[in-house]
């Protein structure tokens, strides 16, 4: 515009660039939030969730997605699909996993348990039924993410799995996409590391 000489642009105010504070999400919120739900009929549900949001870094829309299958209990695992056939979509367009902890593990085996027990729901954890949950709840779902990723860096995590494991695009980070090539054992190797 400048280039154009043009008369007005003096009057344009440009905007300044909004500073951000991210919301801390503590333990003893997540501990709150699933006392809060204490006594409801989906509390295995609610708590299955809380602990798997929190210990793996999966986006909302990403956890109102997971299926039975994409979960592996035994081995802590959740893949993260991007399958646009099954309604499974991820902000990156790739597939990946992440992990969870023994607690997030027993509450996902009770409330799975009890899933496979007559339930026939399509996904895990059925997007707006949880959000009408949650509406008031000390914490919102995707908070969790949040949770995850605050915890991590507070434990001296290493960034770059972090950014693996919560999906982040790689395309910013040379390192990222052309030195740092791990197996899934070897984040699984670095999760329990940190996590456990």
């Known amino acids: 515009m400048q280039y ?13 660039e909004p500073i951000s504070t991210p919301k801390r999400v503590t333990k003893e919120e997540i501990k709150e939030t699933i006392k809060y739900f204490k006594g409801n009929k989906n509390y295995k549900q609610i708590k299955a969730l809380v602990l798997l949001g929190a210990n793996s870094g ?10 039975q299958g994409d979960i592996d209990i035994e081995a802590r695992t959740v893949y993260i699909n991007h399958n646009r056939d099954k309604g499974q979509s991820t902000k990156t367009g790739r597939s990946r996993i992440s992990f969870f902890t023994e607690h997030a593990r027993v509450a996902l085996n009770e409330y799975i348990s009890e899933f496979c027990n007559g339930f026939r729901l399509e996904h895990l954890f059925g997007k ?7 509406k008031d709840a000390p ?15 507070k434990k001296g995590g290493n960034y770059a799995v972090k950014e693996i494991l919560m ?5 910013k980070s040379v390192d990222l996409q052309y030195y740092t090539i791990l197996t899934n054992e070897e984040l699984k190797r670095v999760y329990d590391k940190i996590m456990r």
């Open 167 to 171: 999906g982040h695009s790689i395309k």
């Open 139 to 153: 914490i919102r779902v995707k908070d969790l993410r949040k949770a995850f990723s605050q915890e991590w860096t």
């Open 4 to 16: 154009l000489d043009i008369d007005y642009l003096d009057k344009i105010k440009i905007i300044s």
């Open 58 to 67: 999966l986006r909302a829309q990403e956890l109102y997605q997971l299926q």
């Open 128 to 134: 707006y039924h949880l959000e009408q949950l949650f």
